[in-house]
DNA sequence: TATGAAAGACTAACTAA
DNA sequence: TTAGTTAGTCTTTCATA
C-alpha cells in the first residue's frame, strides 16, 4: 500500500469503471500497471469488492440492536443481513451489539423492518435514527 | 423499478464488474436491454455511483457527533468526508447529530481522529463505536 | 435483436531494478 | 525475483439498422 495504491483506490473509489488507461494517464504511469495494482488489491483484500452505491428506497436509516448476552450475535447478523432492505450489518462495541444500515420504501416499511427484529427472541431491545442526509468519500 | 431492474441491481451490487451479456444470461434477457436498463438506473440517481468497497485499514468505526445547535450540521459534515479515513457522514435523528464511519490504520490514528473532531468548536461531544465485524448485504 | 466498429482488458514476452 | 512495460489478441460495449 504505497502512494501509488491509495492514488488508484481513491479514483476508483470515485468511479469504479475508469478505465486502466484512463487511471495509468492520470496517476502518470502505465495501463499494465495499474491492472497488477488492481488485482494485488483484491487479491490482499484491500478492495473486497467492486460494487454500486444504490439508494433503492426513499429512506434510509440505522437500527441499533442489542442481542442477549447468551446469543451467537454473528448468527443474529447473518439473519438480519437476508433481509433485502439491508444494506449492512455491523457486530460494534458500545450499548447495542449490531448496527444494521437499511434503506426502505418509506418510514412504514422501516417499522416492519424493527418489528421483525424485535419479534426475534434473540434482541433484547432497538433503537432507530434516521439518516437524513449522506455525504461520501 | 420493477423485478428486472431489481435483479440487474442485485447482481451488480455483488460484482459490479459482471459483464452486461453475463447479467442478459442470468436474468433472461438481451445485453442491450441490460445496457438500457443500467443507464436508466443512474440517470434516475439509483445507482449512485459505481465504486470499491475497501478495508484499507485495520480498525473500522462509528464516531458519533453532537454539534452546538447554533451551527450548520452540513458544514460540520462537509468537513469530515474531506478526512482521508472517512467513508461516510450521515446526518441522523437521535441524541447525536452525525455519524462518520472510518477505516483507519490503527486504534491510535482513530484517536488522533476523534480528537481532530473534539478540538472543533461546533462540536459538543463525540461517543465512538468499534466496528467488529462486517457483513454486506 | 442482431451485427460491426470502437474501446477496453488481458496475455505473454520482454526489460529493468 | 519482483515490478513495470508494450504489442498483439480477445472481450465487452456501444451505435446502428
Redesign the interface.
Given at each position: 500500500?504505497d502512494e501509488l495504491d491509495?492514488q488508484i483506490?481513491s479514483i476508483?473509489?470515485?468511479?469504479?469503471?475508469t478505465p486502466y488507461t484512463e487511471i495509468a494517464d492520470r496517476v502518470g504511469t502505465s495501463e499494465g500497471t495499474v491492472r497488477n495494482r488492481v488485482e494485488s488489491l483484491v487479491e490482499d483484500?484491500?478492495?473486497?469488492?467492486?460494487?454500486?452505491?444504490?439508494?433503492?428506497g426513499n429512506v434510509?436509516s440505522?437500527i441499533e440492536v442489542s442481542v442477549d448476552v447468551n446469543v451467537d450475535t454473528?448468527a443474529v447478523?447473518?439473519r438480519?443481513?437476508e433481509?433485502?432492505e439491508?444494506?449492512?450489518?455491523?457486530?460494534?462495541?458500545?450499548d447495542e451489539d449490531l448496527?444494521m444500515v437499511v434503506d426502505a420504501a418509506d418510514t412504514e416499511r422501516i417499522n416492519e423492518l424493527i418489528t421483525r427484529a424485535r419479534e426475534l427472541d434473540e434482541v433484547v431491545s432497538t433503537?432507530?435514527?434516521?439518516?437524513?442526509?449522506?455525504?461520501?468519500?
Open positions: 500500500m491509495r483506490l476508483l473509489r470515485r468511479d469504479a469503471r483484500g484491500i478492495i473486497e469488492r467492486f460494487t454500486v452505491a444504490t439508494s433503492t434510509k440505522m454473528g447478523a447473518d438480519f443481513i433481509w433485502k439491508v444494506d449492512s450489518v455491523w457486530q460494534v462495541s458500545g448496527v433503537k432507530t435514527r434516521l439518516i437524513l442526509d449522506e455525504r461520501l468519500g
